[in-house]
């Protein structure tokens, strides 16, 4: 088995060689170390290697390693953020990938006014269309733009979407391209900055690059399997 810097230098080695495919610089693609559930050790290890940004599934996990981890990390909220939960977020990460509640878009605005910040999200789109996954339907992308400008807390930076869980990764392909489509025509019509498309997990990460995505967030494959 190789350890977690072998794993890393495989991991960018393959964004590179998959971003060069798609006319761009490996530079240009950010790399999200998914850390749920992982030790510290384990994630110092991988920061020692040169990485930057972690994301975290649940907030209460991520708080406990903000306290101990060193505070320069980009921390990414990718899991699905509850309203209750809002209040510990603020300031204190990058980017929440996983924006697709009104309801939840209120409070971040709510308090990110309280805060004087601006809260940078990504809405999530279900492009497989699933029951099991959070996000918005591809035809509603539209009004919730529409509905996010009522909100100055919050500043929409892209989108993101989580591919349908498939053997082959090749047939995640079509659903990634569609997300480039979204992406650019909404960034097309959009007043703001729209700027990431987050899609790509360690399965499937070169194909969501190769089309267009240019946010990934890879766990296994830098951290081995998961230990729940």
Not at 113 to 131: A, M, P, R, Y
Request: charged share 30%; hydrophobic share 40%; with cysteine.
């Amino acid at each position: 088995m190789m350890g977690i810097r072998e794993n890393i230098e495989k991991v960018r080695h393959i964004i590179a060689d998959s971003a060069l495919k798609s006319g761009r610089k490996p530079e240009d693609i950010t790399l999200v170390a998914v850390s749920k559930t992982v030790e510290e050790e384990r994630i110092r290890e991988a920061i020692s290697c040169g990485i930057s940004h972690l994301g975290e599934n649940r907030v209460q996990e991520m708080m406990g390693k903000m306290e101990n981890l060193p505070s320069d990390i980009r921390w990414n909220m990718i899991g699905r953020l509850q309203k209750n939960k809002v209040k510990f977020i603020i300031n204190r990460i990058e980017l929440v990938h996983s924006l697709c509640s009104v309801e939840v878009a209120k409070e971040i605005d709510r308090l990110s006014g309280k805060q004087g910040v601006v809260t940078d999200c990504l809405i999530q789109i279900n492009i497989g269309h699933e029951d099991t996954k959070a996000g918005i339907e591809e035809h509603e992308l539209e009004r919730f733009m529409d509905e996010m400008t009522a909100f100055p807390g919050i500043r929409i930076r892209g989108l993101m979407a989580i591919a349908p869980n498939v053997e082959d990764p090749e047939l995640t392909r079509p659903y990634f391209a569609r997300m480039k489509e979204l992406f650019d025509r909404t960034a097309l019509n959009c007043q703001g900055s729209m700027d990431y498309l987050s899609m790509g997990m360690s399965h499937d990460y070169h194909v969501a690059i190769e089309e267009g995505a240019n946010i990934v967030r890879v766990g296994s494959a830098i951290f081995g399997a998961r230990v729940y």
